[in-house]
């Protein structure tokens, strides 16, 4: 049977179903988690949240690893990397080349490498690559998300994951960075900068990440903490932001480069959502400063300005979808403090789960509009898995 891409219902509700089934996994590890609950295996006890953790690591990587992968299906550049696998050697590590940002990237491509001279297919290197960003995922909400109340917003994580279906290098580079993010919030800057590394080899648009730990690290927190200076940041990213995409396209019209007016991939209406947040947090700046810090989630606030400050740059350069998945994950951990801050401060407790029902509505809505933006671009319907197809 020939399979051809095109919109698919079923494999929207198929992504749908698992965005859900997982959020609530995570939900009931982290309940389990705060309750001290634990099992004995082999006579030793551990905390139940591993057997949740091992349906989650199961159930995703048959999902992604064993995926139907075809032309046009299951992602678009995903062919590419088949190809390169087949034919890739053995790639040197140039520092000149590593400055320049040119050549192959030495970890990602040496893994490739290394799978297929020990007798390997591209199934294992895939195998390989989803097991880590599946693991990075556990670890992040293990040691991030506390409340099993904010599992809604675990539900709009399945986003990233479901971009490696095409961009499966930045989306593998993005995940150490998430690492790298998490362990700037306990303040250890040593193991920042090495899964910064690790991210970089795996693809240079991580060269973000060196400049989000030197801003973390010499940025005045006064400024980040202030609520006037702020307000100036935020009116002066947005002016920026929305100059940036005409001026960019009046540069191309105009010159050589003409040709890639029609690859620009950038919608403003995109980041409204940004702003709006922001907006939202400026209202209510002070004790949601207190909040975050009362939480040690201060860091995905910084996260957030930092994206805010170099969002102008990376809509000049067509990049700012990319590099927004470097602070993905952060910024849907930080709308959750904030919904949970506002619900507390706003909400009478006897409302609590009416505005969870809303909430859970509009994420799916949302997740829904997300898939709907990206699934042609990315060949993300219909899907097959090959184990069952």
Not at 8 to 29: C, G, Q
Not at 97 to 116: A, D, I, Q
Not at 225 to 237: G, P, V, Y
Not at 366 to 381: A, E, H, K, Q, T
């Amino acid at each position: 049977m020939a399979i051809e891409k095109g919109w698919d219902w079923l494999t929207l509700f198929l992504y749908i179903f698992i965005s859900v089934f997982i959020a609530l996994m995570f939900k009931y590890s982290i309940r389990v988690k705060n309750e001290g609950k634990t099992i004995k295996i082999f006579n030793k006890k551990i905390s139940q949240k591993y057997l949740y953790y091992l349906v989650i690591y199961i159930i995703l990587i048959l999902f992604s690893a064993f995926r139907y992968v075809g032309d046009g299906i299951g992602g678009t550049d995903t062919t590419v990397y088949m190809n390169h696998f087949k034919n890739i050697q053995y790639v040197h590590l140039s520092l000149k080349e590593l400055l320049l940002f040119s050549g192959y990237e030495y970890l990602f491509y040496n893994t490739m490498y290394f799978v297929r001279i020990l007798g390997g297919n591209y199934l294992v290197f895939s195998f390989i690559v989803y097991s880590l960003i599946i693991l990075f995922l556990i670890y992040v909400i293990d040691k991030v998300v506390t409340k099993d109340n904010q599992w809604i917003f675990i539900i709009l994580f399945f986003l990233p994951f479901l971009k490696s279906f095409n961009i499966v290098r930045i989306c593998l580079a993005a995940s150490f960075g998430y690492i790298a993010i998490e362990k700037l919030r306990t303040n250890n800057y040593k193991l920042s900068i090495l899964f910064s590394i690790l991210a970089f080899l795996n693809h240079y648009m991580a060269i973000v990440l060196f400049f989000f730990i030197l801003f973390c690290r010499y940025f005045p927190k006064k400024v980040i903490t202030n609520r006037k200076t702020s307000i100036i940041l935020f009116f002066i990213t947005c002016f920026l932001s929305f100059i940036s995409l005409p001026l960019i396209k009046l540069f191309l019209s105009v010159s050589g480069f003409k040709g890639y007016l029609s690859k620009i991939e950038i919608s403003l209406w995109g980041y409204l959502p940004i702003f709006f947040v922001t907006f939202l947090i400026l209202c209510n700046y002070k004790k949601f400063i207190s909040y975050l810090e009362k939480n040690n989630h201060l860091i995905y606030l910084k996260a957030w300005y930092f994206l805010i400050m170099i969002l102008p740059i990376f809509i000049c350069v067509n990049g700012a979808s990319r590099i927004m998945l470097f602070f993905e994950i952060p910024r849907y951990i930080l709308i959750a403090d904030l919904y949970l801050f506002l619900r507390e401060k706003y909400i009478d407790s006897k409302y609590y789960k009416v505005c969870d029902y809303i909430l859970f509505v509009i994420i799916i809505l949302w997740l829904v509009f997300r898939i709907w933006r990206i699934w042609d671009g990315y060949s993300l319907m219909p899907y097959y898995n090959i184990l069952f197809f």
